[in-house]
């Protein structure tokens, strides 16, 4: 358990300077698209949306035929709306996200060591936590764009940024996690 929680922690720590590598880099921004007039478009969303949360355009709680027709014509929409602000660059945020990252690879590091007898070298150990991290990401991400019509670009760095988050934590995890001498 001892070396689960070290390797655990110290694969945060990679990732956590991997994330920060990552999303400073130009790769996230050059799939962001940029409104017209954030300032309009910001209290345009004060006056559509009037809660936070997640709104989906055409919403499905119109009738059969205006939700077709809606539908049909576009635009399609899903969208995240927090209508408090927040700082910029708020600390809290990077403490959640460290936090994010340590229980991330905790339960990628539990399944790794339920794994173990059929990981007995490194090699196999990190492409075990690439593999898992991938599958995760091709689920999550691509089924985002089939069932919510959402555009490609920010779901296929989401995903190149899961994948390699995953082997990162997997180079970390594998030196930790070994099989026990008895079962190799």
């Known amino acids: 358990m001892k070396q689960l929680l070290l390797g655990s922690l110290l694969a945060a720590v990679a990732l956590f300077i991997w994330g920060a590598i990552f999303w400073m880099s130009p790769i996230s921004n050059s799939v962001l698209e940029r409104a017209r007039d954030d300032e309009a478009a910001g209290q345009a969303l004060l006056e559509h949306f009037p809660e936070s949360g997640t709104y989906v355009i055409p919403g499905e709680r119109s009738d059969e035929g205006t939700f077709t027709r809606l539908h049909q014509a576009g635009p399609i929409a899903t969208i ?8 910029a660059m708020n600390p809290q945020v990077f403490v959640k996200g460290f936090l994010h990252g340590l229980l991330t690879c905790f339960l990628l ?7 173990l007898p059929g990981l007995p070298t490194y090699g196999l150990r990190v492409g075990f936590a690439t593999l898992a991290a991938l599958t995760a990401a091709v689920f999550l991400e691509l089924g985002e764009v089939v069932w919510w019509y959402q555009p490609w670009g920010l779901h296929l760095v989401n995903l190149v940024w899961s994948a390699t988050a995953g082997l ?8 930790f996690l ?4 008895a079962a190799a």
Do not use: Q
């Open 109 to 115: 590091g539990l399944m790794m060591k339920m794994a």
């Open 168 to 175: 990162i934590a997997g180079l970390v995890l594998a030196y």
């Open 178 to 181: 070994r099989p026990s001498p």
């Open 80 to 87: 995240h709306v927090r209508r408090e602000g927040a700082p």
